[in-house]
């Protein structure tokens, strides 16, 4: 999900708010599927597609219904609210005594000697290819219009790409990637609830933000690899701040709206009193120098 936020808000520069929609969708679409006795694997691929279409629709009403981007991806968001409800046909879809792809990795996994970090093995190779994926894909033609289209559109629309087409990809693959997360969630969690998705988009911001504080993103390899370890990160600054003693799960939306603003400012105060720091180290050599030269006439 991080990864599909870092495609829209880093590479495309556009502040896709489908991701909200989008994350219930792959969540709602797999549920469902699962649910009428479909194959875990092809249900999770089947709500990857639906969370790209979804994507699809926001690209086109941005490029071509010349809608503001923010209002575009707000647009889905609440139509796609409509259509989980119709996917599921009610709030909610429970996946107890279900097949999903966790309860084939534990059975998988089962008797060995990593029976009981079989899903984290698993989740940790299967997100090291999509990464892989990612990075691979930015590297090809169309992954770098996308790049460029983000960085700068006016000039790479001078060498005649078209950038609608590149930004309706890019929309695309983020929200096919926040889909896919949907539904490995849904399977996880053993059941899809239509408000799963509220508030993914400051979640996967949050991983983002950390991530490139934390390690940078001086190279796409860098940033994909930071925005995982971002991820990983949040979870564990949520998991510490749960335990206090007067926070409650409930608490956990504000908890995340404070992550992101500590991770916006603290890079620009850290930053300010470096440069504060040397200015006075300079100021101090200067004086130091300057006493010298005195005492030099002095003498």
Known sequence: MALGVYLTFRILN???LTVDGSFTTGGALAATMIAAGYHPLLSTVAAMLLGGMAGLITGILHTKGKINALLAGILSMIALYSINLRIMGKANVPLLGEETLF?????????????????????????????????????????????????????????????????????????????????LMAQYQGFSDVNMGIGMIIIGLASVIIGEALFGHSSIFRATLAVIGGAIVYRII???????????????????????????IWPKLWASWKEKRTRAALQQQITQEDKAVRGDHHA
């Not at 996994?109 to 090291?128: D, H, P, Q, R, W």
């Not at 510490?240 to 991770?263: C, G, N, Q, Y």
């Open 103 to 183: 309860s084939q990795i534990t059975d998988l996994f089962k008797g060995s000697f990593a029976e009981k970090a079989g899903i984290i093995i698993t989740m940790a190779v299967f997100v090291l290819i999509i990464k892989w994926i990612v990075d691979w894909f930015m590297h090809t033609e169309i992954g770098l219009a996308i790049r460029a289209t983000g960085d700068n559109e006016r000039m790479i629309r001078s060498f005649s790409t078209n950038t609608d087409n590149t930004k309706i990809i890019g929309l695309s693959l983020s929200n096919g990637l926040v889909a896919l997360s949907g539904a």
């Open 238 to 264: 949520i998991a510490i701040a749960l335990r206090i003693e007067w926070l409650e799960a409930s608490d956990m939306k504000l908890i995340t709206a404070l992550i992101v603003v500590i991770a916006l």
């Open 14 to 16: 556009f502040p896709d």
